[in-house]
């Protein structure tokens, strides 16, 4: 970290109320406290906070950057900190994302009964999450899980779990590990089996364009392995032309090369029922992110990604046997959504069918 600023600012920053926001906006407000600079938090509702319709229905999780951006540009705060993952990959205009800190553990968990793993969990168990990515990767495992369109905060969903309602839920570890509830954790998932979503785990400080006092501040917190990496992965989003919400993920790392550093990135792209399960990797220069994602979404969309081009809709349930066709053959749908799961149907059921199997394309080819 660099020395304390010359002149200390007085800034307000923007948060969402949540506990997890709050904590994340208050880590970011201490390390410029540590500068010596004065910082008032600013709670501001969004209607991903109210609303209690899915993710997917209300335009994906970018409707929690929304009124942050909204009072940014108003000059009602100085700046803001979002989850990245929740960042429409779209710059907005007279903004600027000053500084991405240095990155928690990406990856997602598990919290289930009885603190059972995925393998562990058996045919039939019921997994919570309003992520489609989750729930496309988790199908591709062919662990025969069911799925439910959960919302709320940290607490309500491992409620879900404590108190019976699901076997378990799937959550982003940096929210856990920020919020000291990584005792909950049954088990971290290996990117091998989840790539988590593009920037998951790491913080976008933004603030206006042409406020370059408060800009100059912040740019001190940027951490640049960091933004390469997310750099990369949301490349791939944004070149995929998918939504915040869409069955699409990202990792990127910084690896040693034979010539010096270099960025390697895996992507997924997939369908919620594991149909579908495309991944992919390339190795780049650590200095061009932005071309190394467009690059492999390229090489997705060449293979068959562009079949999944765009926001994926919430599958129906699954129906009940009632004729012929396939419907036919598929198990009956998944029990009622449990308190605090949204809508009537479940993302998706698994299918038992003995004569239809997904096609899976799981093969990495690495360039």
Not at 37 to 56: K, N, R
Not at 171 to 199: N, S, T
Not at 221 to 245: F, M, N
């Given at each position: ?28 407000a ?22 209690t ?26 700046f ?19 500084a ?66 699901l ?68 490349a ?42 495309l991944r ?12 190394l994602?467009r ?49 009537p ?23």
């Amino acid at each position: 970290m660099s020395a304390p600023a010359a002149t200390p600012l007085s800034l307000r920053l923007g948060t969402r109320r949540s506990a997890l926001a709050t904590t994340q906006s208050t880590w970011v407000a201490d390390l410029l406290r540590a500068q010596g600079h004065t910082v008032e938090l600013v709670e501001i509702v969004t209607e991903g906070d109210t609303s209690t319709a899915s993710l997917a229905s209300i335009g994906g999780t970018g409707v929690f950057a929304a009124a942050l951006r909204r009072a940014l540009l108003a000059g009602e705060i100085d700046f803001a900190v979002h989850s990245l993952k929740d960042l429409p990959t779209t710059p907005e205009p007279g903004l600027v994302v000053a500084a991405v800190p240095v990155r928690e553990d990406p990856r997602d968990v598990l919290v289930s009964s009885g603190g059972r793993t995925l393998g562990e969990l058996g045919e039939g168990a019921v997994v919570g999450t309003g992520s489609p990515r989750r729930v496309a990767q988790l199908a591709a495992l062919g662990l025969g899980l069911s799925f439910k369109d959960i919302r709320g905060n940290v607490d309500t969903r491992i409620a879900l779990v404590r108190d019976g309602a699901l076997d378990g839920v799937v959550l982003a570890r940096a929210g856990l590990a920020r919020l000291g509830r990584l005792a909950d954790v049954a088990e971290a998932i290996d990117p091998l089996q989840m790539l988590p979503a593009p920037g998951q785990g790491a913080l976008a400080v933004e603030c206006r364009a042409d406020d370059l006092v408060t800009r100059g501040a912040l740019e001190v917190l940027d951490d640049a392995d960091t933004r390469a990496c997310v750099t990369a992965e949301r490349a791939v989003l944004a070149a995929l032309e998918a939504g915040c919400s869409a069955p699409v993920g990202a990792l990127a790392e910084v690896v040693e090369g034979e010539d010096g550093l270099e960025l390697s990135l895996r992507a997924f792209v997939g369908a919620v029922d594991g149909s579908f399960d495309l991944r992919r990797s390339l190795v780049g220069r650590a200095d061009d992110g932005e071309a190394l994602g467009r690059r492999l979404a390229a090489l997705l969309l060449e293979d068959g990604g562009d079949l999944l081009r765009g926001p994926e809709e919430r599958p129906p349930a699954a129906p009940t046997p009632s004729g012929d066709g396939p419907a036919s053959r598929l198990p009956e749908a998944p029990p009622p959504d449990p308190p605090g799961a949204t809508g009537p149907d479940p993302l998706a059921g698994p299918d038992s069918s003995t004569d239809r199997k997904p096609e899976h394309d799981s093969t990495e080819r690495a360039l």
